[in-house]
């Protein structure tokens, strides 16, 4: 059983910070791959931010440069550091896992492609 608990969400100002936190256990942290998501209302879910298993990160246009994707291997824990929050970053977010493609190289799937299991979401709400 995969899980993966989100916490951090919650409102700030356009302009503000937010760093949310997804933990998982030893197994999943170590041999799956990770990323964040997010679905706004009315819109499809996205790829945000991705971790590969090299330490290669991959972010979306929409928040290249504001958004910040790391792991603490001592915690099991991905954050995902949000600056310069926008009203239009206003979603559901989720962490996600997903089984390696290549167990030989640990490569993870296309970057930023959906990942088969997922949180349960924590809501972001920026204000202008």
């Known amino acids: 059983q995969v899980q993966l608990v989100e916490s951090g969400g919650g409102s700030a100002q356009a302009g503000g910070s937010l760093r949310l936190s997804c933990v998982a256990s030893?197994?999943?942290?170590?041999?799956?791959?990770m990323g964040w998501f997010r679905q706004a209302p009315g819109k499809e879910r996205e790829g945000i931010a991705a971790?590969?298993?090299?330490?290669?990160?991959t972010y979306a246009d929409s928040v290249e440069g504001r958004f910040t994707i790391s792991k603490d291997d001592a915690k099991n824990t991905l954050y995902l550091q949000m600056d310069s929050l926008k009203p239009e970053d206003t979603a559901m977010y989720y962490c996600?896992?997903?089984?390696?493609?290549?167990?030989?190289?640990?490569?993870?799937?296309?970057?930023?492609?959906?990942?088969?299991?997922w949180g349960q979401g924590t809501q972001v709400t920026v204000s202008s």
């Open positions: 971790h590969g298993n090299d330490g290669r990160t």
């Open positions: 996600a896992a997903g089984p390696v493609t290549n167990i030989f190289t640990r490569e993870c799937p296309t970057p930023l492609a959906p990942l088969k299991y």
């Open positions: 030893r197994y999943t942290y170590d041999s799956y791959c």
